[in-house]
């Protein structure tokens, strides 16, 4: 097919999408997989190899996702039903008072999120975002609260190492990781306010009600029980302990992250730390944690430890499966050649090189879904035009941030954040593209700006 026809596949085919879910009320995991399997049908896909497809790209999804989204989903529930979730939102809103405590958790996520997978930070959150959204009295807006804290995570996920996408990117692009720190912090701050102050804005235009007590569990009979501090617990445990609960995965993840930029390969120190540091073991780490000194320690017997971890399975299953349909979508989608097609036809254009780099790496974002993979995809690509630009390191380090910052837009049905984040939160889907999306797309174009002006400021460095 033509690169125009594969273009306007890859279009008709999120719009598809998008109104089977929207319009049609269809649950998003078969919205994805019908989408999914006609694109390859009528990209000419042989019959044969259709289902194959299809499971390729759900194992390849699930393969990363299963095992981080079900540990950090029992790690937040044993934060919530310990009442650590509780103990940390009263902390909160002593500290900063109620009405700045959407600062105050965007401030959190930010500095939380610079050294763990955007996915695994989000779940863990989940508790606590919840717990001090379940405080206030009155007609609470779950966006309020939900909004700034995925945003500042998000944000930091796609401009700042030591994240996967823009570390990889930066490798690609032959840019300097240290420069792309340092210069990435100005548009990450910057980018991280104004999405505070859009959350805001959106929230009170937009409305999603506050989950109920006992509904991420539905269908458990386990959630109203394990939320009875009755079991021999010596009241709510202290925020130190909670804290510690909380940290100790994400700092496992930041020190594997940073044992692998800093130390040589074969070095045992690296292959321990990068061990332990792997999400999913640093994670299973934490959950055995919060399991001896949230629960068996304060009383807790084995059954309830039991009770508590199943507990938190049922949303979890949404989420994976939803996760891993979007993973297919993107898998067709790349296999069909409409990511190509669009990078194909970007390039083409002789755009300026800031404006090329943040627009493949937004079209390649809303086409497949994940940020990560949008950014390794369109360095290559970008990489040569900075070497016959003749383009010094400090240039070529902003030019890898700006692909970051375009990762961040255009985020919708076929992300796995988008999920993640909207069932933990009960988010309709509709309010979650009004806001969420929204959000994504403005903060990234705030982000374009920035980085704008300050590439005459690192031409002079």
Same mark, same amino acid.
Do not use: C
């Given at each position: 097919?033509?690169?125009?026809?594969?273009?306007?596949?890859?279009?008709?085919?999120?719009?598809? +999408?998008?109104?089977?879910?929207?319009?049609?009320?269809?649950?998003?995991?078969?919205?994805?997989?019908?989408?999914?399997?006609? #694109? %390859?049908?009528?990209?000419?896909? !042989? &019959?044969?190899?259709?289902?194959?497809?299809?499971?390729?790209?759900?194992?390849?999804?699930?393969?990363?996702?299963?095992?981080?989204?079900?540990?950090?989903? /029992?790690?937040?529930?044993?934060?919530?039903?310990?009442?650590?979730?509780?103990?940390?939102?009263?902390?909160?809103?002593?500290?900063?008072?109620?009405?700045?405590?959407?600062?105050?958790?965007?401030?959190?996520?930010? =500095?939380?999120?610079?050294?763990?997978?955007?996915?695994?930070?989000?779940?863990?959150? *989940?508790?606590?975002? =919840?717990?001090?959204?379940?405080?206030?009295?009155?007609?609470?807006? /779950?966006?309020?609260?939900?909004?700034?804290?995925? /945003?500042?995570?998000?944000?930091?996920?796609?401009?700042?190492?030591?994240? !996967?996408? +823009?570390?990889?990117?930066?490798?690609?692009?032959?840019?300097?990781?240290?420069?792309?720190?340092?210069?990435?912090?100005?548009?990450?701050?910057?980018?991280?306010?104004?999405?505070?102050?859009?959350?805001?804005?959106?929230?009170?235009?937009?409305?999603?009600? @506050? !989950?109920?007590?006992?509904?991420?569990?539905?269908?458990?009979?386990?959630?109203?029980?394990?939320?009875?501090?009755?079991?021999?617990?010596?009241?709510?445990?202290?925020?130190?302990?909670?804290?510690?609960?909380?940290?100790?995965?994400?700092?496992?993840?930041?020190?594997?992250?940073?044992?692998?930029?800093?130390?040589?390969?074969?070095?045992?120190?690296?292959?321990?730390?990068?061990?332990?540091?792997?999400?999913? /073991?640093?994670?299973?780490?934490?959950?055995?944690?919060?399991?001896?000194?949230?629960? =068996?320690?304060?009383?807790?017997?084995?059954?309830?430890?039991?009770?508590? =971890?199943?507990?938190?399975?049922?949303?979890?299953?949404?989420?994976?499966?939803?996760?891993?349909?979007?993973?297919?979508?993107?898998?067709?989608?790349?296999?069909?050649?409409?990511?190509?097609?669009?990078?194909?036809?970007?390039?083409?254009?002789?755009?300026?090189?800031?404006?090329?780099?943040?627009?493949?790496?937004?079209? +390649?974002?809303?086409?497949?879904?994940?940020?990560? @993979?949008?950014?390794?995809?369109?360095?290559?690509?970008?990489?040569?035009?900075?070497?016959? %630009?003749?383009?010094?390191?400090?240039?070529?380090? #902003?030019?890898?941030?700006?692909?970051?910052?375009?990762?961040?837009?255009?985020?919708?049905?076929?992300?796995?954040?988008?999920?993640?984040?909207?069932?933990?939160?009960?988010?309709?889907?509709?309010?979650? &593209?009004?806001?969420?999306?929204?959000?994504?797309?403005?903060?990234?174009?705030?982000?374009?700006?920035?980085?704008? #002006?300050?590439?005459? *400021?690192?031409?002079?460095?």
């Amino acid at each position: 097919m033509s690169p125009t026809v594969l273009v306007l596949l890859g279009l008709a085919s999120v719009a598809a +999408i998008l109104v089977l879910i929207i319009r049609a009320r269809a649950h998003p995991f078969i919205a994805l997989l019908l989408v999914s399997v006609a #694109l %390859a049908l009528v990209a000419g896909v !042989p &019959l044969g190899d259709v289902v194959p497809l299809l499971q390729e790209g759900m194992g390849k999804t699930l393969g990363s996702v299963a095992l981080i989204v079900t540990l950090g989903a /029992m790690l937040g529930k044993i934060v919530e039903l310990s009442g650590g979730a509780e103990v940390l939102a009263r902390a909160l809103l002593r500290a900063f008072g109620e009405r700045r405590a959407p600062w105050a958790l965007g401030a959190a996520s930010f =500095l939380f999120g610079i050294p763990v997978f955007v996915d695994v930070a989000t779940i863990v959150l *989940v508790p606590i975002v =919840l717990a001090v959204a379940r405080r206030l009295p009155g007609r609470v807006n /779950m966006l309020t609260y939900a909004l700034p804290t995925v /945003m500042a995570l998000l944000t930091v996920h796609v401009v700042l190492p030591p994240h !996967p996408g +823009i570390v990889g990117g930066a490798e690609l692009m032959g840019a300097d990781v240290g420069l792309v720190l340092l210069i990435g912090l100005v548009p990450a701050v910057l980018m991280w306010l104004f999405a505070q102050v859009l959350s805001g804005f959106l929230a009170g235009r937009i409305h999603s009600a @506050v !989950p109920a007590e006992g509904t991420l569990a539905a269908g458990t009979g386990n959630d109203g029980g394990a939320a009875q501090d009755g079991e021999g617990h010596s009241g709510a445990p202290g925020v130190g302990l909670v804290l510690t609960v909380i940290l100790v995965p994400l700092l496992l993840i930041m020190a594997g992250t940073v044992s692998a930029l800093v130390l040589p390969e074969g070095n045992l120190l690296r292959d321990v730390l990068g061990l332990v540091g792997a999400s999913p /073991m640093a994670l299973l780490i934490g959950v055995l944690l919060a399991i001896w000194s949230l629960g =068996l320690r304060r009383g807790w017997g084995a059954g309830r430890v039991e009770d508590v =971890l199943a507990a938190a399975l049922p949303a979890t299953a949404a989420v994976i499966l939803i996760t891993g349909a979007g993973g297919t979508f993107g898998h067709v989608l790349a296999s069909t050649g409409v990511a190509a097609a669009v990078s194909d036809v970007l390039v083409g254009t002789g755009l300026p090189i800031l404006l090329l780099a943040w627009l493949l790496a937004a079209f +390649i974002r809303a086409a497949q879904g994940s940020a990560t @993979v949008s950014t390794l995809t369109t360095a290559p690509l970008i990489a040569p035009m900075t070497v016959s %630009a003749g383009l010094d390191a400090p240039q070529v380090a #902003l030019v890898a941030v700006t692909i970051g910052v375009g990762s961040m837009a255009l985020s919708h049905v076929n992300d796995s954040l988008f999920w993640v984040w909207s069932r933990y939160f009960q988010v309709p889907t509709g309010a979650a &593209l009004r806001s969420y999306t929204v959000a994504t797309t403005a903060t990234s174009i705030v982000g374009l700006g920035i980085v704008a #002006l300050l590439w005459p *400021v690192v031409a002079l460095l």
